[in-house]
């Protein structure tokens, strides 16, 4: 027999001609996977131990699916194997020659690359036959040597979750303000995006969003709307948007100098203690595990390779919530998971993709500079004319204005 070492990259078989052409064969290797641009790369050990084999070939019958490129060996001076393509049965055969005649003890290392496609009715394996045939009366053929190569499906689903804006700033607000009009501030946008990378279809594909919020006047987010894209079909619970605002859902576009900031209108501010609060705190986490939560569950039928689907969850910033905790900053996080049930197809998956991802939105503050009253500003330009006005009388009752002059030379001449 001939030796065979098992190979990690690509299939690769062996096929052993002795003495008047016998064959053996071993493959080792990944599978092929559907889907996938597979090019098999086949090892063949071609030897002759007997008598000279007249008009030797290699014959290899391929599968449905398979494409012959090309064939090459390591014989010096015959590297590149003139191989021809031709149906026999309506199956597709690869004919090399191998000389005429293959003389005796000679071996040849042949390697021929076949692209394989079209999997998907393929069953869990393609079979390769291989055989040396030659004009010889005796024993003009080797045996046949079937390649069973396996078939199998994989998918590489990608999960991604993105924040817009990933920043928000907002003054601080000491205490609780009266007859104040806006209820929300500005819009939030937590995504997830999944891709599938393929190369196999998958199905069966389940999507879980956990958002902190169930839009309750306690709530930091107050949950407008979820758009779809992909053909996910999707459930929220609780429904979002209860107090039906119609606030159009598309989020404006930050100018770049603000982007991920919130501009608000200067108020005068009053505190409800004799003291007024200058530090802000650390910030606090705001997740489903720490707040009342809204979760979306979606489905997906099916998912080619390169298919994207997306949620998009808008939100608004709830100021009641944040009024009542002046000094506070936030990291509002939400979460999603995926996973596939199965792919489509009669052989075994090499595995189910599954995944999760996490989006938070910063929610900074900015303690809010106050106007100052006019009173204020009146008693100060009164203190001061006041203050400039005792100085002069000051300097009057020392005599400063009654300082003697020093004499003029017109002076001096007439005392002369």
């Known amino acids: 027999m001939c030796p065979c070492s098992p190979r990690r990259m690509d299939w690769r078989p062996l096929l052993c001609c002795r003495e008047t052409p016998t064959s053996r064969s071993r493959t080792t290797g990944a599978p092929l996977l559907i889907g996938a641009d597979n090019v098999l790369e086949l090892k063949i050990d071609a030897a002759n131990d ?3 084999a007249y008009e030797a070939e290699l014959a290899v019958h391929l599968p449905q699916g398979a494409h012959y490129m090309r064939a090459v060996s390591n014989v010096q001076g015959f590297e590149r194997l003139v191989c021809n393509q031709k149906k026999e049965n309506e199956t597709k ?10 003389k005796r003890n000679v071996r040849a290392g042949i390697t021929m690359l076949v692209s394989v496609e079209n999997l998907e009715e393929a069953g869990k394996q393609v079979s390769f036959r291989l ?7 005796q024993n003009p053929n080797s045996e046949e040597v079937v390649l069973d190569v396996p078939v199998r499906a994989e998918a590489h689903v990608e999960l991604r979750g993105s924040s817009f804006p990933a920043f928000l700033v907002v003054a601080a607000e000491e205490g609780n303000r009266e007859n104040i009009s806006d209820t929300w501030g500005p819009k939030v946008e937590h995504t997830y995006e999944l891709h599938n990378n393929g190369p196999s279809t998958v199905s069966g594909l389940h999507l879980s969003i956990h958002l902190p919020g169930q839009s309750q ?4 987010l107050y949950i407008l709307d979820i758009q779809l894209q992909g053909g996910l079909q999707c459930s929220p619970q609780p429904s ?18 603000s982007r991920g900031h919130h501009k608000r209108d200067r108020r005068q501010a009053f505190l409800s203690g004799s003291k007024q609060p200058s530090r802000l705190q650390d910030p606090v986490l705001v997740s489903c595990d720490s707040a009342p939560c809204t979760v979306v569950q979606c ?3 099916e998912m080619e390779r390169g298919q994207r689907a997306m949620v998009t969850v808008h939100a608004l910033l709830w100021l009641p919530s944040l009024r009542q905790r002046p000094l506070d900053q936030f990291v509002l996080q939400s979460q999603a998971w995926f996973n596939v049930s199965s792919l489509p197809y009669t052989v075994p998956a090499l595995s189910l993709p599954s995944g999760e991802a996490l989006v938070q939105t910063q929610l900074l503050r900015a303690l809010e500079e106050r106007d100052v009253p006019i009173w204020w500003v009146l008693v100060g330009v009164l203190s001061g004319l006041l203050l400039l006005t005792l100085l002069v009388l000051a300097m009057w009752k020392v005599g400063f204005f009654k ?5 003029l030379e017109e002076d001096d001449e007439e005392e002369e």
């Open 50 to 52: 007997g008598e000279g």
């Open 93 to 102: 055969v690869v004919l090399c020659e191998l000389g005429n005649p293959m």
């Open 217 to 220: 006047s306690s709530d930091l």
């Open 240 to 257: 979002p948007n209860p107090l039906k605002l119609d606030l159009g859902v598309p989020t404006p576009i930050p100018s770049p100098a």
């Open 299 to 301: 489905e997906l039928q």
């Open 131 to 137: 055989q040396i045939r030659s004009k010889n009366s």
């Open 403 to 407: 300082r003697n002059r020093p004499p």
